[in-house]
């Protein structure tokens, strides 16, 4: 009997000894996804930053084509009223 129990507790150690390689195996790989997240965060706070600009761009782009298609509409506008005044007068 005594014997056995010498077994088990060999055994038992081991097994503690096991799981601590495989819980500090498990931090460090922790610490290798937290870091690669962290690195992630930052280059996606960078694209961010690019595409806020390029929105802004793009609103102040719209802002600009509106006013001068809205300028050559009232341009046009204004050469086809002339023309119909015209004809109405004769």
Partial sequence: MELLGV???SLLIVLVI????????ALDTLNKVDAILDDTKKKLDNLDGVFNLVDTVS???TLVTDTVVGSIVNFITSIFNRKGKGDIDE
Avoid: E, G, Q, S
């Fill in 18 to 25: 096991i799981l601590i390689v495989l819980a500090l195996k």
């Fill in 7 to 9: 077994i088990l507790d």
């Fill in 59 to 61: 609103n102040k782009l």
